[in-house]
């Protein structure tokens, strides 16, 4: 953190004579830039390399950016820019492609290279291009083992041609036409970086004679005190030592051009050069720009960041570093060792981790809390039950002592029950006989089923004979003209039975039907169907022979009557079942 507490990035161009540096700072989530600054290290007095990292930390923590994350620039003639059209693959697959051209680049050198690379977007000459950037792991080394001796954090390493172009598509990518031949020049005191974009694509980079030093050198020999600042190229005559730097530069320039022109399968090699632009410290010599388009025969531009809203090319390099170190460029092209990758892939994600860590740990207390609200109702359902339950056993004997005093109450009136439900059947089997009868015919026998067959003469006709139909407790039934019985249930004491069982009961009349000059079976089944009038009863039906047999003592009283009436009329004697509506069986009988 900086003085103020704010997150500061730096980008540093180091020069052998001259340092920049691009000063961001965060504001939310983006940077933008604070400030410019510039050391003279001849003024400083700076002699050695040695001492240059700890002049520099010095210098910044005189400017309260001590703890600033700085992006150091490696020049370009330390590094390899190419770029290459693969096939179509991402992820690892691509990764691997790309260490094997690394290693092409690398040719015979036994010395680990650091590599990194970009896809970019494809054109119609080549459709899935790839940036790729190398150097010697020596050169970072060195560079790392310099600033550990110093209290400043370095976040990443980068190319200056690398930086350059970034720069250039920030402030102009939206200005360079599909068609369009860009040569970017950046001019410094070491080295002259040439890099050539064709459809957007850094198709060609080449690192041509230092300009700065050379134009130095020649200003001395020109005359005593002359400087670069002083200097005019214009008014520089052709045999003068300025003019024949700037002559040496134009034909490293036309030869770099040349030489990306005859590259084999080149499909730019016919397009003219649109224009140049230009960045670097060598960018202020006066007149260098206007010479340039003379001899070029091009438009001449320069570019860079604006400092107090002036152009100020000679920070374009230093402002691509400070994007770098702000991870907010198009081409993040990182010469790092593959720890420090793998650390800040890390930082990257940690966010990430952390928004899982929190999604999980809100999740798992949604479901936690989900299940404690439902264990609660299940526990709150079981407590409502376990009171239902013990309601229950509490009742249980309450029910059972009532069940015990209802069967001992319906014991007690079912011999009253049975007893009416009889008198009231018997007067109705009397109501209907007495108009189903015939006036010659004549009733000998009316009684319930129980009666008949209880009044068998022996045990063994009772055997042979058909089974009760009607059971009940015990009780006494009595015929019209039958003989008193007494039946006992054979169920026991089974209780709420007695009654229903009693209202199943059928009666039994018997007598003697006189058959006229018609047909006696007529007489019997006018009796029959005079009994069924009666809306009670229904399914009358003859008692078998099978059945009746045993009770022979009913009709024994009238043989001698009958002797006699045979004389003068035929009768015949017949047994009727006479059943109730709710007997069902005796529909079936019929």
């Not at 059209?85 to 690398?106: D, F, H, W, Y």
């Not at 063994?460 to 009780?475: K, L, Y």
Request: net charge negative.
């Amino acid at each position: 953190m900086g003085i103020h507490g704010k997150s500061y990035r730096i980008g540093l161009e180091i020069g052998s004579t001259v340092i920049r540096a691009a000063v961001l700072s965060q504001q939310g989530r983006e940077f933008s830039v604070r400030s410019y600054l510039t050391l003279n290290l001849e003024d400083e007095g700076v002699l050695s390399e040695e001492s240059v990292e700890q002049t520099i930390a010095q210098w910044l923590a005189q400017q309260g950016l001590g703890t600033a994350r700085l992006a150091i620039g490696i020049p370009q003639y330390m590094a390899t820019m190419v770029l290459k059209n693969l096939p179509p693959c991402t992820g690892r697959k691509l990764q691997k492609m790309v260490e094997i051209e690394t290693s092409q680049l690398a040719g015979l050198s036994d010395e680990p290279f650091l590599w990194d690379y970009c896809p970019m977007k494809g054109t119609e000459a080549q459709e899935h291009p790839v940036l790729i950037g190398c150097c010697r792991w020596g050169i970072v080394e060195q560079q790392i083992a310099q600033w550990q001796s110093t209290e400043m954090t370095v976040a990443d390493f980068a190319m200056n041609g690398i930086a350059m172009l970034n720069v250039f598509l920030k402030i102009h990518g939206r200005d360079v036409g599909k068609d369009d031949v860009t040569i970017l020049l950046n001019l410094e005191q070491e080295a002259v970086t040439l890099m050539i974009l064709a459809d957007g694509l850094p198709v060609y980079c080449s690192c041509l004679l230092p300009l700065g030093e050379r134009l130095e050198q020649a200003c001395r020999q020109k005359r005593v005190g002359a400087t670069l600042k002083t200097v005019n190229v214009l008014d520089e005559p052709a045999d003068s030592p300025v003019s024949m730097v700037l002559e040496a530069l134009d034909n490293d320039i036309q030869e770099a051009v040349g030489n990306w022109r005859d590259q084999e399968g080149n499909p730019f090699a016919q397009r003219p050069v649109d224009r140049i632009a230009i960045c670097g410290g060598c960018c202020k010599v006066h007149g260098l720009v206007e010479w340039l388009e003379r001899r070029l025969e091009c438009p001449i531009s320069q570019f860079g960041p604006k400092v107090e809203g002036v152009v100020s090319p000679e920070y374009a390099v230093a402002y691509g570093l400070g994007l770098q170190a702000a991870e907010d460029v198009a081409l993040p092209i990182s010469l790092v060792p593959p720890e420090w990758r793998w650390w800040r892939t890390r930082q990257k994600r940690w966010p990430w981790l952390a928004a899982a860590v929190l999604i999980l740990v809100f999740a798992m207390s949604c479901g936690q809390g989900l299940w404690f609200g439902r264990l609660r109702e299940e526990r709150r359902q079981l407590e409502a039950r376990e009171q239902v339950l013990a309601e229950c056993s509490r009742l249980i004997p309450e029910i059972q002592k009532s069940q015990k005093t209802l069967a001992r109450l319906e014991s007690e009136m079912s011999p009253l029950v049975s007893a009416t439900l009889t008198n009231q059947r018997l007067l109705t089997v009397l109501s209907a006989a007495e108009h189903a009868v015939g006036p010659k015919d004549f009733l000998v026998y009316l009684g319930d089923a129980e009666s008949f067959h209880l009044g068998k003469k022996t045990n063994e006709q009772q055997e042979s004979a058909a089974p009760v139909r009607s059971r009940g407790t015990r009780r006494e039934s009595m015929g019209i003209f039958g003989k008193k019985g007494v039946q006992t249930d054979g169920a026991g004491d089974k209780p709420s039975s007695e009654i229903s069982q009693i209202s199943e009961g059928e009666f039994i009349a018997a007598g003697y039907a006189a058959g006229g000059s018609g047909n006696i079976y007529d007489s019997i089944r006018k009796i029959i169907e005079g009994l069924e009038q009666e809306p009670d009863i229904a399914g009358c039906d003859i008692v078998s022979g099978t059945e009746s047999a045993g009770r022979e003592d009913i009709y024994a009283l009238w043989l001698p009557y009958l002797e006699k009436k045979q004389l003068q009329e035929k009768f015949m004697r017949f047994c009727i079942r006479v059943p109730f509506v709710n007997e069902t069986s005796g529909e079936g009988r019929r």
